[in-house]
């Protein structure tokens, strides 16, 4: 046991003193914040950009007045052209667009919109509800329907959310959990890959210097592999809290004194614009305050731990098995399509039914359960037991897959100069 402790001792820091992995810890925080800060820089730009648009009317109903210049467009009137005429006036004077209301016996045909790039939906959207909603309007009147009556008649209650505590809930409150939950698990899926990539480079650099047949002289190759991947961890966990921690200073500190917001998005507007009301914001934040973040941070550690063990085996395996990383590409078919599933599974079907057979069923699989159960958990109603029992089957499923990822690391580690294929190491497997 004194000689794994030594071996994770080394790991740790030969991973924490390595020039490369100092400057990629304090690095990595600085360009993605950078990245972050230029994309809502870029977005701002964008925002400020004010669409020149041209419309012609050829109805009797004057639509053209409900559109008026905002923060974001500018509409340019014309009146007693052809369609030909403003549409090559348009595109002369280098419009965002024309929108052309047609007329029939001075009645509205039909609506079209040309431009040469592509509207956003809910620009479209917009104008779509503002010219039907005038018509209708209009055809009531020539039916000689009071518009008064009607709308003192017109209903329009909004649905309130509640859970059967009586608890109120937004209707942003599937958006939020499914924001909770996909980020944990993507979060997850990235590490996995990065951590296990670096166990794997590891074991395939010290095979390659031989370094490793000096070691395992004196120490057990399950040993050697077990105090890889632990120290590999380690170092991880370390990257991470010093990522988190500058990268919440630096962005702390450009969002202060730089005045730029990086997660500022204008395909937000109208989620916002929704939210304006003091109780609705009060109910998000409520939405906010009910997610179990406690439990969340738990199971992500938790899990975490648990992904990556049974992961790095697998890579470590990998790296023992090849004499350098271009030969590693055969064997990670089977350890990405696990992850790319659960991510799949998880925004496709948790996030529809996130206690439905498809979702329970990938929570429990090991190879999956890390990424989906923590999915699932933002969504509550998941028993412990549930969670317990995941769980259990993950880190059961590591000693199962450490031993066979031992039975190949003890022989492959030893071998070199000859190509490995799959047949190849179900031979070391019944070594």
């Known amino acids: 046991m004194d000689k794994l402790w030594l071996i994770i001792k080394r790991e740790y820091l030969n991973k924490v003193r390595n020039r490369t992995f100092i400057i990629m810890t304090f690095v990595s925080p600085v360009i993605f914040v950078g990245v972050a800060l230029l994309i809502g820089w870029l977005t ?42 403003a549409i090559a006036a348009s595109k002369k004077s280098d419009y965002y ?35 039907n ?30 859970d059967f505590a009586g608890e109120k809930t937004s209707k942003m409150s599937g958006w939020i959990k499914i924001a909770a939950g996909g980020a944990a698990g993507y979060l997850l899926m990235m590490f996995i890959i990065i951590y296990g990539n670096m166990v794997m480079r590891s074991v395939i650099e010290e095979k390659t210097n031989r370094i490793v047949e000096i070691i395992v002289s004196s120490v057990k190759p399950i040993y050697l592999m077990i105090g890889k991947i632990t120290g590999t961890s380690l170092a991880g966990i370390t990257q991470f809290l010093i990522w988190v921690f500058v990268g919440f200073i ?40 009910q997610l179990p973040l406690l439990k969340l941070l738990v199971c992500f550690f938790i899990y975490f731990m648990g992904g990556y063990f049974l992961y790095a085996s697998i890579y470590t395996a990998i790296g023992a098995a090849v004499d350098n990383e271009t030969d590693t590409q055969q064997f990670m078919l089977p350890v990405i ?9 998880g925004f496709f079907s948790v996030m529809d039914h996130p206690h439905g057979t498809i979702a329970v069923i990938f929570s429990y699989i090991p190879l999956t359960s890390p990424i989906v159960m923590l999915m699932r958990i933002p969504f509550g109603d998941i028993a412990w037991w549930e969670i317990a029992l995941s769980m259990l089957l993950l880190y059961a499923s590591i000693i199962g897959v450490a031993m066979l990822a031992a039975k190949i690391y003890r022989i492959g580690i030893l071998m070199y100069g000859k190509k490995t294929n799959w047949k190849e190491l179900y031979k070391w497997l019944r070594y």
Do not use: C, W
């Open 44 to 85: 701002s730009i964008n925002s400020d950009t004010t669409r020149k648009i041209a419309v012609l009317d050829q109805t009797d109903y004057d639509y053209a007045a409900l559109f008026k210049e905002d923060d974001r467009s500018e509409y340019i009137h014309l009146v007693g052209v052809s369609k030909e005429a």
């Open 97 to 131: 667009g024309l929108l052309l209301i047609e007329a029939r016996e001075g009645q509205l045909a039909t609506i079209s919109f040309y431009s040469d790039d592509s509207p956003a939906q809910g620009f479209l959207e917009s104008i779509e509800h503002k010219i």
């Open 133 to 162: 909603q005038k018509a209708t309007a209009n055809n009531l009147e020539d039916a000689g329907i009071n518009l008064t009556i009607i709308e003192q008649l017109t209903i329009n209650k909004e649905l309130q959310l509640q």
């Open 250 to 289: 630096l962005m702390l500190v450009a969002t202060t004194f730089l005045g730029v917001d990086a997660f500022s998005n204008p395909a937000n507007a109208d989620v916002m614009l929704q939210a304006q009301d003091m109780s609705k914001m009060e109910l998000i934040f409520n939405d906010i305050a």
């Open 337 to 345: 399509i696990p992850l790319m599933l659960a991510i799949y599974v």
